[in-house]
């Protein structure tokens, strides 16, 4: 198996722009995960769906961050207009549902700058 | 909302033995205990899971005491590769990975 494939690797942007981050996960993996990461914050989950309806997104940090995931293999993270602050490592991750005890498998992250 | 507490980080040197305990008060009767391994510039890794006694894999070893409300892992023999972010989690509404414990293995 290929992994949690996430695109692009590095994103570089400035600001007010559109910018869209891919994840395809697991297959046969029922959950996915968003998160983001920063030196201050640490890993932070934003958003979680479950056989891609989302369940959580409480931790979406305000209306500019979307998520969507239209069927089982893809989902986006969309954020627009982007900001400054936005810059982070975003990953997605994937699990089988395993009653709580889920077990993560994570992408390799987008590195996302906004200038 | 209960959470995890474990060092923020750890020094050690190649070839010795590596303990991060995690504190986990009030954990579910069902709950397991998972911990993952972060490198830089990649996402975590799950390496171990348990949930009472003694678990052991290629990579680490789990301890768990019987009252559940702390869990050890052990990473025998380090190298400088295993210089990482380790991230011990329970069961959570919001699967909150907290800051974690660095662990720096110096030659």
């Known amino acids: 198996d290929a992994g949690v494939i996430q695109s692009p690797r590095h994103e570089v942007t400035e600001m007010g722009q559109e910018v869209t981050l891919r994840c395809k996960p697991i297959s046969g993996h029922d959950y996915l995960f968003w998160y983001r990461q920063t030196m201050m914050r640490g890993l932070e989950l934003l958003i979680y769906f479950n056989n891609n309806v989302p369940i959580d997104d409480s931790g979406m940090p305000e209306d500019r961050f979307s998520a969507k995931m239209p069927n089982a293999s893809f989902s986006t993270l969309k954020i627009q207009p982007s900001e400054p602050r936005d810059s982070a490592v975003y990953f997605c991750?994937?699990?089988?549902?395993?009653?709580?005890?889920?077990?993560?498998?994570f992408g390799s992250g987008t590195q996302l700058s906004v200038l | 909302l209960a959470k995890t507490t474990q060092p923020i980080s750890m020094d050690s040197y190649e070839g010795q033995e590596v303990n991060i305990t995690c504190s986990h008060n009030?954990?579910?009767?069902?709950?397991?205990i998972t911990w993952y391994q972060q490198f830089p510039s990649q996402g975590p890794r799950f390496i171990i899971q348990?949930?009472?006694t003694k678990v052991t894999n290629e990579v680490a070893s789990l301890f768990i005491p019987a009252d559940r409300k702390s869990s050890t892992l052990s990473l025998p023999r380090v190298s400088l590769s295993d210089t990482a972010v380790y991230y011990c989690l329970r069961p959570d509404y919001k699967l909150s990975f907290g800051a974690g414990t660095t662990v720096t293995v110096r030659a």
């Open positions: 348990g949930y009472k």
């Open positions: 991750a994937s699990s089988v549902s395993q009653g709580r005890n889920e077990k993560l498998f």
């Open positions: 009030n954990i579910a009767t069902n709950d397991y």
